[in-house]
């Protein structure tokens, strides 16, 4: 008598399509967007996987940096994550005291939502090209966002970093810049040069 196979999964999972992981999309995501997305799908199915949970869906820095995520990699796996069409934040968060303090809310595109009639939008999909969703992937995870705010409620200054700005000189220490191939040059605080190269 041959044994029959066992069919069914036992307890909760969270499917994901063949489609989506040959996707030059999800190739190129960095390990810590992966967590994202993996700690995400955890709390989709502590709401019962319901599709009108998905898109109600709160996590925390802390609780993202519970699942072994670097707090320092949080922000740029999620941006990564938004950029490469697998996740959305339907509400930002805030920081603050414990009474004005709120998680983001996020939904994930891949996964059904309240009032959809297909599995998920998918926006993934709209990336054809390894080259395309590693550019992609890359400027979302270099782009930060600085944002300082006032306890006062007055408008709040906004600056992008740029990655490609010099650095800042050492202290102490004035460049000099020379014509004609010579050594470039510091002068120090006392006034003595010295070569930099």
């Known amino acids: 008598m041959a044994r029959e196979r066992h069919r069914s999964i036992e307890g909760q999972f969270a499917p994901r399509t063949i489609e989506m992981l040959e996707s030059?999309?999800?190739r190129v995501l960095s390990l810590s967007a992966r967590r994202v997305l993996d700690r995400l799908e955890i709390e989709l199915a502590h709401h019962g996987g319901k599709p009108e949970q998905n898109g109600r869906l709160p996590v925390t820095y802390d609780q993202f940096q519970q699942f072994g995520i670097d707090r320092q990699a949080i922000g740029p796996a999620i941006r990564?994550?938004?950029?490469?069409?697998?996740l959305e934040i339907t509400r930002k968060g805030r920081a603050g005291n414990a009474e004005w303090r709120q998680p983001n809310l996020f939904r994930l595109t891949y996964r059904q939502?309240?009032?959809?009639?297909?599995?998920?939008?998918?926006?993934?999909?709209?990336?054809?090209?390894?080259?395309?969703?590693?550019?992609?992937?890359?400027?979302?995870?270099?782009?930060?966002?600085?944002?300082?705010?006032?306890?006062?409620?007055?408008?709040?200054?906004v600056r992008v970093e740029n990655p490609h700005r010099k650095q800042p000189i050492r202290s102490g220490e004035i460049p000099t810049t020379r014509h004609g191939?010579?050594?470039?040059?510091?002068i120090d605080i006392s006034g003595r040069r010295h070569n930099v190269a």
């Open 113 to 157: 939502s309240r009032g959809e009639r297909t599995y998920g939008t998918n926006e993934w999909r709209r990336i054809k090209s390894i080259e395309q969703a590693a550019e992609i992937a890359k400027a979302a995870r270099a782009a930060r966002l600085v944002k300082t705010e006032s306890q006062c409620g007055k408008m709040p200054n």
């Open 181 to 186: 191939g010579e050594t470039p040059t510091t």
């Open 80 to 86: 990564e994550a938004v950029a490469l069409g697998f």
């Open 24 to 26: 030059p999309s999800h």
